[in-house]
C-alpha cells in the first residue's frame, strides 16, 4: 500500500473504517495481553532446571578451598570471576562479583559515589549539581536511579551506531558537574543496537572535564544473540586503557537472562585501582554475596563455550518470535511511511518510532484492546519523549499465539491514530 501521506480524504477514511472494523472485533475478544517487560518465557527458564538439581556436595568446596557454605570472600569466587572474565573479556583481576542483579551493582555506584565521591573525590551529593548523559531511548531503570537520587539527566540522541557523539564529546569536556553517561553498547535496550568500533573508541578516548566521571557500561545483553552472525562490540576497558582513561569506565553484567532473573549472578569489571576503592565500602555492606550461587553457576556453564551454547537454545525460541514481529510489522505497516523499526540481531526488545506525537494515543488505543504496551515516554529520561514518538516492544515473553494478536492490535492501533492524524 501507498504511503498514508500520499492518499486522498476519502481513502483515509476508508482505510479508518476497515480499520475500526478489525479493532472493535478484537476489542469484542475481550483480550487481556502483556507485551510491557523484557522478561525471559517460561520455556526458557526450563532450559536452566538442571542447575538446581546439582547435588550440595559438589557445591561446597571451591577451587582454593573455601567452604562456601561459610561467611566470607567479600568479592567472589576465582572461578566466578574467570567466568564472567571470559565473557567479559577481561581479566579477572578486573572483576568482582555481586549478588543477584547489575542493577543493584550500577545503584550501589551511582549511590556510593553521591555518598562518597570516587577514589578520593567530592562525594557528588555535596556538589550544587550532578548531571549524567542518557543516551535515549534508553533503560528506564537506569533513569530511575538518576531521577531517585536528584541526579539531572541530559537527553543524548541514539544513532544507529550509538549515542551522538559530537555532542556527548561537547558537553563533558566543558561541564564538571556531567558525571556520568549510561551506556548499553550491545543489543541496546530498547533499540537492539550494537555500538560502533569508532563510536566505543570515541567514548573511550573522553577527555571529560570531571576527573571522577564515569561512563555507566551495562553490557547486559553481551551473549544475548538471536542470529548465527552476532554483532561484535569493541571492548571497552582495552579501548580505554589505550586511550590513558584506565579508570573512567565501570562495566556492568549479570547471569539474569541466562540462567534465573531474580537469581542468577551479577559481576562488574573496571580497573584493579576502582575495583579497589570499590572494595573499601563493599567491605563495609556485605561480608560477601551468595557462593553457593556462584559455584552453581561455574559448575553447570563451566566457561564461554558452555554459555554460548546455551543461549543458542534461548535464541532457538526467541528469534521465532521476532520474526513473527517483524512480518507483522513490515505486513501491517510496510510502505506506509507511519513507523519505523530496527530488526535486532540479539537482546529482548524492537523499538518502534511512530509519526511525531502518536506514540501516547497508541498506547491508549492498543490498551483499550487488551494489549499493555510499555509506557509511551518511559525509555526517556522523567519519561517523557520529546517527540511522543518511541515505543517499545518486548516480544520474549508471550506465547506465540498472544504475540501475534497483540503485535496485530498494535498495528492496528499504529495505522488507525496515524491515518486520523492525516485527516486532521
Ligand atoms: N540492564 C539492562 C539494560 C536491562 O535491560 C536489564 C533488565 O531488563 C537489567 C540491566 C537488569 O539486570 P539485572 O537482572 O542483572 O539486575
Known amino acids: 500500500m ?13 482505510e479508518i473504517e476497515k480499520l475500526e472494523k478489525r479493532y472493535n472485533a478484537f476489542k469484542e475478544q475481550k483480550l487481556k495481553l502483556d507485551m510491557t517487560r523484557g522478561k525471559p518465557c517460561s520455556e526458557q527458564l526450563d532450559m536452566c532446571m538442571e542447575i538446581l538439581d546439582i547435588p550440595s556436595r559438589e557445591l561446597r568446596k571451591a577451587a582454593d578451598g573455601t567452604d562456601t557454605f561459610n ?5 567472589g569466587l576465582p572461578e566466578a570471576k574467570e567466568l564472567f572474565a571470559e565473557m567479559l573479556d577481561v581479566d579477572k583481576s578486573e572483576v568482582i562479583i555481586g549478588g543477584n542483579s547489575s542493577l543493584n ?35 528506564d531503570r537506569h533513569f530511575a536511579i538518576c531521577e531517585l537520587l536528584g541526579i539531572e539527566m541530559i537527553t543524548i ?7 551522538d557523539m559530537d555532542t556527548v564529546e561537547k558537553l563533558v569536556s566543558e561541564d564538571d558537574s556531567i558525571k556520568g553517561m549510561w551506556c548499553v553498547p550491545k543489543y541496546s535496550n530498547p533499540d537492539g543496537i ?7 573508541d570515541r567514548i573511550a578516548a573522553l577527555r571529560p572535564k570531571a576527573k571522577d566521571f564515569r561512563v555507566f557500561w551495562d553490557n547486559a545483553y553481551c551473549v544475548h544473540h538471536l542470529s548465527d552472525k552476532p554483532d561484535e562490540l569493541k571492548n571497552i576497558l ?35 585501582e576502582n575495583l579497589n576503592g570499590i572494595r ?23 566457561n564461554l563455550d558452555g554459555i554460548n551454547l546455551h543461549m543458542k537454545k534461548h535464541a532457538s525460541i526467541l528469534k521465532p518470535k521476532f520474526d513473527i514481529v517483524n512480518e507483522i510489522l513490515e505486513k501491517e505497516l510496510g510502505g506506509k511511511e507511519i513507523a519505523s523499526w ?20 497508541v498506547e491508549k488505543l492498543s490498551l483499550e484492546a487488551g494489549v499493555v504496551l510499555t509506557k509511551a515516554g518511559a525509555t526517556y529520561p522523567y519519561g517523557k519523549d520529546p517527540k511522543d514518538r518511541n515505543i517499545r516492544i518486548a516480544p520474549t515473553l508471550p506465547p506465540v499465539e498472544e504475540l501475534k494478536k497483540a503485535i496485530e492490535i498494535f498495528c492496528i492501533s499504529i495505522r488507525l491514530v496515524s491515518a486520523k492524524k492525516f485527516l486532521e
Not at 556510593?112 to 543516551?135: E, H, N, Q, Y
Not at 530496527?342 to 494515543?361: D, H, M, V, W
Open 105 to 139: 551493582l550500577m545503584y550501589d555506584a551511582v549511590a556510593r559515589a553521591m555518598s562518597l565521591g570516587i577514589l578520593g573525590s567530592t562525594p557528588w551529593s555535596k556538589l550544587d549539581r550532578v548531571k549524567f548523559l542518557c543516551p535515549s531511548p534508553g533503560y
Open 194 to 200: 550494537t555500538y560502533s568500533d569508532r563510536v566505543v
Open 2 to 14: 501507498n504511503s498514508y501521506s500520499k492518499l486522498s480524504k476519502n481513502e483515509l477514511q476508508n
Open 71 to 75: 561467611y566470607g570472600v567479600l568479592d
Open 342 to 361: 530496527n530488526k535486532p540481531n540479539g537482546g529482548y526488545f524492537i523499538s518502534l518510532n511512530t509519526l511525531n506525537n502518536c506514540a501516547k494515543e
Open 238 to 272: 582495552t579501548a580505554c586503557k589505550a586511550s590513558g582513561n584506565d579508570n573512567m569506565v565501570y562495566v556492568f553484567s549479570s547471569t539474569s537472562k541466562i540462567s534465573f532473573p531474580g537469581a542468577g549472578i551479577a559481576a562488574m569489571a573496571a580497573s584493579v
Open 157 to 163: 540522541d541514539m544513532r544507529q551506531d550509538g549515542p
Open 280 to 302: 573499601k565500602s563493599m567491605t563495609i555492606q556485605t561480608i560477601g554475596h551468595d557462593k553457593i550461587n556462584q559455584l552453581r553457576h561455574v559448575r553447570y556453564f563451566k
